[in-house]
């Protein structure tokens, strides 16, 4: 029997990105991610929320624009439509895409503000300290280091700048024991490396942190403080709760709050893991259930993407140059999540064309159109053999558990190893049962071995739908399978099969789900 299917809610959210330029490979790469995650967890029938957006307010936002002799605003309103436009370009499909400069976010940044002022946790001060703009962070003395030319450097080996001024602190040294706590708690915080980072760093004691700023106004105002912007980080991370109607505490965020999984990269996991939760311990708020901090995308050679070294990469030219669906697939396929990886044209062609086109595709393409030519497309019902149930279970394994168990857990590349495993065992029972010979020696024996390979082109489609929605959704429209049978827990319907052979479907010529790809003139290996 089996399990009752969970259909609780799911919020999954990814940082915010700073519109100060548009959308590079790395930005594109979270997006696709949480995207996978969110179907996934559709799939497996939850109620899930998904959230993404833009970050557009402080320093760094200011004097970008400054630099382009503009406005703040002007600068978010032309990058943000960027990051609207990556994410419909990759197929991602949010239910909120949020802008900070939004009047509900305002409303929601200055409510948790005040409930953190109202437990007593902010006090006006003077910051005496170091500030990198392009981390948006305040870094002790301790924690810098030395540039080539003697300059001091952030630990992200980012510029930092000497910052004198008042401003609100929130205290929160008074938070250590209960972050520690947080931090320990199993599953809080992925993967275990980030997780001992963050603990030494607590235990290393924490100093209060400076909450807002006077020498500039982009941001949100601080109540009752004019001359006063929030810190850019205290009203970024509030954009998880804004999204869910915050503060209003009905509808949305009671359903969904806390979060599921606030999915970020690895450079921003302080904010997510220390700062956030101890906003939300003042403002007595549930803290969120999981933090991911997955890994970064170098440029060919490993090396880190940078509008200097003209290495930066447009996602959505890379989607139109190898198809949306092939560069999904490669970025979760070829990156182990939570380690760092790196993307290379020939890469995304090498694995899409071994691993799409050559298998998965072309499994596909000749069962259906011996399907269609042998047997006129028509469905029988013939009896398998024990050869024909074992690779069935394999692939059942494969599709109902191997993929399924691997993502849940974030592990994408581990799932979608086990995937394209028993799609080669899918070809190997092909070459093996060789159903061309058998259309000669033993046609019952031929449609059988055709139907094992239908019913498994089932599963392995169904698996895969998150990772390629739109490829996938094509076979299973090519395989009659209704679309309110694609769900995960449709694996285990033994009665699909009698019901799509009793409507009469028929298989028809089938058309490639996906073409080889070509390397583009100029883009092979230096
Ligand atoms: N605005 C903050 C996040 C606020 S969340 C409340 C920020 N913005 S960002 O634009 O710099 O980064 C957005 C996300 O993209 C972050 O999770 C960051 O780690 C991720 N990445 C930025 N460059 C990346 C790569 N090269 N590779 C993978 N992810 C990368 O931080």
Redesign the pocket.
Known sequence: MSEPQNTDPFYVT?????PNGRP?I??A??AIAADVIARFQRLQGRDVRFQTGT?EHGLKMARKAEEQGRTARELADEMSRYFQDMCDALNVKYDRFIRTVEDDHHRASQAIWQAMEAKGDLYLDRYEGWYSVRDEAYYDESELKEGEGGEKLSPQSTPVEWTVEESWFFRLSKYQDQLLDLLRTPGFLEPASRRNEMIAFVEGGLRDLSVSRTSFDWGVKVPGSDNHVMYVWVD??T?YLTGLGYPDKTGDYAKYWPADLHL?????VR?HTIYWPAFLMSADLPTPKRVFG?G???ARGGEK?SKSAGNVVDPIELAETFGVEPLRYFLLREVAFGQDGSYSPEAIVNRANAELANSFGNLAQRTLSMIAKNMDGVLENVALTDVDEALLSQVRAAAADGLPNAFHDLAFSVGIEEWIKAVYACNQYVDEQAPWTLRKTDPERMKAVLLTLFMALRDLGIAIQPVVPERAAALLDQLGIPADERAYANLSDAQWYARLVESGFTVGKPTPIFPRLELPEGEGAE
């Open positions: 990814t940082a915010i990105s700073y590079h790395g930005h790469y979270e970050d970024a991370l954009n970020i990269g690895k450079d921003i904010f997955h970064f995308l170098l993407m």
